[in-house]
């Protein structure tokens, strides 16, 4: 297995450090010994975050104070980056109530930025089992009619993700064109969440398009990507019997990537407009 622990350093970016997944994220990331920088919004929670930290080691954690809405622009979103200069960037933050400002474009400003700056490798975005163009080809019948009532339940939230799953691919595109070092673009797409216990068992990859699945797995899953240098692509993920590791390896082995079945091509093209 390739692991980023081989890398000396291991600096992440956390957006959206106050939600559930960032939270449980972030205590897996500071036990690896990664630095984790988190950005929130409210001051006032900075307690609460620092707390997720270890005692033994308390510089491994640290809190930034930004509203994402203030983020206009991708020099912006640069300027922030530079203030850290992490190596590895977790988009995880989102909204029911306007994600075409922060799910999309908040999102497609920091991967632009991210794009543009060579010491970060890795961006791993957490985002929606439904964000596709059209249904995946490995689905049944009833994946299909789940998939389309999850669009017609969510289509804002389904849109503004999908724009920045596609987005992703193609800054990391952008910058391959360039010759610039490899970006792991990684489209993490969790089901709905649990709050129950982690069980340490998912599927992961072509997976149904509806289950659950606890906060805990989807944390775990997302670290043990973002602990490779051989993570690329899209991950479909919800409750299954394959413990994490081997499930992470597995798609990772057999090159599954869930962007299966979408036009790569039109993608691409966003890298140069």
């Known amino acids: 297995m390739a692991s980023a622990e081989a890398i ?12 559930r997944v960032a939270r449980a994220m972030t ?23 620092l707390r ?44 029911f109530s306007n994600p075409y400002e922060i799910d999309r474009d908040v999102a497609q400003r920091i991967m632009q930025a991210s794009s ?7 961006f791993l975005m957490i985002s929606f089992p439904a964000s596709r163009r059209k249904p995946a080809p490995w689905w049944n019948q009833r994946d299909i009619r789940d998939y ?27 910058r391959e064109l360039r010759g610039g070092p490899r970006l792991q673009a990684i489209s993490l797409r969790p089901s709905w ?4 216990p982690g069980t340490g068992k998912v ?31 899209w991950f479909d993920l919800v409750q299954g019997d394959v413990e ?9 082995q057999n090159q599954i990537n869930c962007i299966e079945g979408e036009d790569l091509e039109n993608i691409y093209k966003l890298a140069v407009e």
């Not at 205590?27 to 975050?49: C, F, H, Y």
């Open 203 to 233: 599927k992961l990859g072509k997976t149904q398009a509806l289950g659950q699945l606890p906060i805990g797995d989807v944390a775990s899953i997302a670290v043990s990507l973002l602990s490779r240098n051989d993570a690329n692509g």
């Open 27 to 49: 205590k897996l990331m500071v036990a690896r010994s990664w630095t984790v920088t988190s950005v929130i919004r409210n001051p006032q929670q900075e307690g609460d975050i």
């Open 193 to 196: 969440l649990l709050t129950s």
């Open 116 to 122: 543009r700056a060579d010491y970060v490798r890795k």
């Open 52 to 95: 997720l930290g270890n005692k033994e080691q308390p510089s491994r954690l640290r809190v930034i104070h930004c509203d994402l809405r203030t983020i206009k622009t991708s020099d912006e979103a640069s300027h922030l980056l530079e203030q850290v200069r992490p190596n590895c960037i977790v988009f995880a933050a989102g909204s």
């Open 148 to 174: 389309h009532s999850e669009s017609n339940s969510y289509p804002s939230v389904k849109d503004a993700k999908l724009q920045a799953d596609e987005y992703l691919i193609a800054m990391a595109r952008q």
């Open 8 to 19: 000396p350093g291991v600096h992440v970016l956390l957006f959206g450090g106050n939600g």
């Open 244 to 252: 994490i590791d081997q499930a992470v390896e597995a798609v990772v």
